[in-house]
């Protein structure tokens, strides 16, 4: 099937939407990478913004003063250049059709802040700042203008509801709070940061309940998503069976690597994204005004 038969979009999007600590950022990784797609991490927008405000002064109470930073919100993404075999971990090394890549990086202006972003403080100020129905819209164009930019997986809470409703593949991954809590938990020891086990649970509970009950957005399955309950699963085989899933349902794209994505290379020049034939070397930035 040619661009012009396929059902949705010049390019195949898979959204990936859920509560926070349920797999979803590993998932979705590790899907692009075994799928050859760029991952765009939409929470990785909003935890920009929080910083922003921060050095900006800005409160992250201040609606309109925080969609006004939104709009012209320096973040650009680097998806990765191929790292050296040495650097391969397990996972990788067993994805047979997964390229080894160096891990994307998030750039807030000339910082690279793509730990920082990752701290308690930030995670907290993400979530105020994505309440504000206002932040929501005015970050939702570049979600949209990102995402258009090659075949990609879109990470967040409201991809499949609100920023791509008509992505042809959703899923909502989610897991039990207890173990949520205790994967948070795991992954902030690992990195190194300080955590408090109960307060690691308080915290996401806190931050579950607002994405859940804010106006607008709300993290809420959409009725065409298939659901994924990770609490049991090993992300392993929640991979395998996602991955069998995508494979099957993109066939009406045949080659997302093929002629589609070089006919279109270095023709997004409103969203200011250089993209190249294989979109996991690309990279992809917001507007600067
Ligand atoms: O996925 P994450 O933990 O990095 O997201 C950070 C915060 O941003 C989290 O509180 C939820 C919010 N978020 C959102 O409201 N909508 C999205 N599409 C992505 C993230």
Redesign the pocket.
């Known amino acids: 099937m040619n661009s012009s038969e396929a059902p949705v979009g010049a390019f195949p999007v898979i959204a990936i939407d859920g509560p926070?600590g349920a797999g979803?950022?590993t998932v979705a990784r590790q899907l692009a990478r075994r799928l050859g797609f760029f991952l765009l991490?939409?929470?990785?927008i909003?935890?920009c913004l929080a910083l922003h405000a921060q050095e900006q002064g800005v409160s992250w109470n201040a609606g309109p003063a925080l969609a006004g930073l939104a709009a012209e919100l320096p973040i650009r993404f680097s998806h990765g250049a191929p790292a050296p075999d040495k650097d391969r971990d397990g996972a990788d090394a067993e994805a047979a059709s997964a390229p080894a890549l160096a891990e994307e990086q998030v750039f807030l202006g000339e910082q690279v802040v793509t730990q920082s972003i990752r701290s308690p403080e930030i995670?907290l100020g993400?979530?105020q700042v994505?309440a504000h129905p206002e932040v929501r819209s005015a970050l939702l164009g570049l979600q949209r203008r990102l995402a258009a930019t090659g075949p990609c997986v879109v990470?967040?809470?409201?991809?499949g509801t609100v920023?791509l409703p008509a992505a042809p593949i959703k899923l909502f991954l989610t897991a039990s709070a207890v173990v949520r809590a205790q994967r948070r938990f795991d992954e902030l020891s690992a990195r190194g940061v300080a955590a408090d086990r109960g307060a690691t649970l308080r915290e996401q509970e806190e931050?579950d309940r607002?994405?859940a009950t804010r106006a607008t957005?709300p993290l809420r399955q959409a009725d065409d998503a298939i659901l994924f309950d990770t609490s049991e699963l090993g992300l392993d085989q929640v991979l395998d069976q996602i991955e069998a899933i995508c494979r099957q349902r993109l066939k009406p794209w045949a080659s997302p690597l093929g002629t589609d994505a070089k006919d279109t290379t270095g023709t997004t020049g409103t969203t200011g994204t250089t993209a190249t034939n294989d979109p996991l070397q690309s990279e992809s930035s917001a507007p600067v005004a």
């Open positions: 926070a979803k950022s991490d939409t929470g990785a909003y935890r995670s993400a979530s994505s990470e967040g809470r409201d991809i920023v931050r607002r994405d957005a």
